[in-house]
């Protein structure tokens, strides 16, 4: 199999400066009115200029909209749509974090099928055609560039929805390392440890499959290679390339196979405790990866194919030795990264847990882990990282 496959929806162009090529690509898929969807830090970096350059340069009119906020709510898409709707535009571009990404996303449903954020929320629930979208990432973490749905909060409950379609997955996903040059080094951390998260967690979940099982390991593979060398030399391009192609390979495991326990454990630590996702993801993993092997064979298999595919473990190791292995290179990411390996600093009571345990059993990821999580099974993962 390709590394990544033609029949994909999103087609992937891997080029350092090429951004530089964004109005040809855009050009490629007849867009004449671009919308460039991004946020104020990536505006101050330089990096929306180089894109609208770019733009213009080849003949396109282009409007931008930048007010958009981390966890993205149903308020951001709907300044966006009011932008959209001034301008009218034929093409969308997505252009930063996952944040700007999944608001074009939700611009785009919103200005090509009417109605609400809430209408879409699910698979296949365009009611008509979509505009093409365009996907510039500036981190390299959450996969949306390559993936159908996006991630949305409701502005007044603050639950996260996620509204999907195929035909709502970019056209091209543009991935060019230079952009990712500027991210903090806990931004390029948190980010890495995401995606890193995304391939462990989707090689085992229920709804795996041959595809799935291909592009997380082929993401763990470059993401594990990479990820120490871009926390030590940020300003390494091959790595950071390295890091952009297996963030969106670990994208494309999720849009085959879904997501686990740890990224069900991450989002509430996030919202009552404010730990960024990424790193949430990163300290609870190991814990995740203990708890399914001891319960599962096939998934301590899957785990301990993957330890040996990444040089972490001998070819002839027994599974459960390099199971083990995966763990602790992972509890050695979070080192690497200066970050906490448990949640010590945060100071849970029992109270504290019992809540987290009950709000993680909630989560829609919960439902796809290999093995059945149910709120005392997150209380004792919460308790052994506690
Ligand atoms: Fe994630």
């Known amino acids: 199999m390709e590394l990544f496959a033609r029949s994909e929806k999103t087609r992937v162009v891997e080029e350092i400066g090429g951004v ?6 855009v050009r490629e898929l ?9 946020d104020p830090g990536i505006v101050a970096a330089g990096h929306v200029e180089r894109g609208e350059a770019a733009l213009r340069a080849a003949g396109l009119v282009v409007e931008r909209f930048a007010d958009v906020h981390e966890n993205p709510t149903t308020a951001d898409v709907a300044r966006g749509l009011a932008v959209a709707r001034d301008f009218g535009p034929d093409l969308l571009v997505g252009f930063g974090g996952g944040s700007p990404i ?6 785009n449903f919103r200005v090509s099928c009417g109605g609400e954020m809430s209408d879409y929320r699910g698979r296949a629930t365009a009611t008509a055609s979509l505009l093409p979208l365009v996907a510039v990432p500036t981190t390299a973490g959450t996969g949306t560039e390559v993936q159908s749905f996006a991630l949305i909060a409701d502005a007044a409950t603050h639950q996260k929805m996620a509204c ?3 035909s709502a997955a970019p056209k091209i996903a543009l991935l060019d390392a230079e952009l990712t040059l500027t991210l903090p080094p806990f931004v390029t951390a948190c980010t890495g440890l995401d995606a890193i998260g995304h391939a462990v967690e989707s090689a085992v979940t229920k709804p795996r499959t041959t595809v799935s099982a291909h592009y997380a390991r082929a993401a763990f593979e470059v993401l594990a290679a990479n990820f120490p060398r871009v926390v030590d030399v940020p300003t390494d391009l091959a790595a950071r390339a390295g890091m952009l192609r297996g963030a969106a390979l670990a994208g494309l495991a999720i849009e085959h196979s879904m997501l686990g326990a740890a990224h069900s454990l991450a989002n509430p630590l996030t919202v009552r405790h404010a730990l960024p996702h990424g790193q949430a993801v990163g300290t609870m993993l190991p814990y995740v990866v203990r708890f399914n092997a001891t319960l599962e064979p096939a998934t301590r298999q899957t785990y301990a194919a993957l330890a040996r595919s990444g040089g972490f473990a001998d070819a ?4 459960e030795q390099a199971t083990e292995a ?3 290179v992972l509890i050695r990411f979070l080192r690497l990264a200066g970050l906490p390996v448990d949640l010590k600093p945060l100071g849970l009571d029992e109270r504290a847990l019992r809540a987290l345990a009950g709000e993680a059993a909630e989560q829609w990821t919960a439902q796809f882990n290999p093995t059945p999580v149910d709120p005392s099974a997150f209380e004792r993962l919460l308790n052994s990282a506690s």
């Open 164 to 166: 999907g379609d195929p």
């Open 20 to 25: 530089a090529r964004l109005g040809e690509l």
């Open 30 to 38: 007849g867009g004449r009115r671009v919308l460039l969807v991004t």
């Open 326 to 328: 995966l763990a602790t």
């Open 316 to 319: 002839h190791a027994p599974d």
């Open 102 to 107: 999944d608001v074009a996303k939700g611009v």
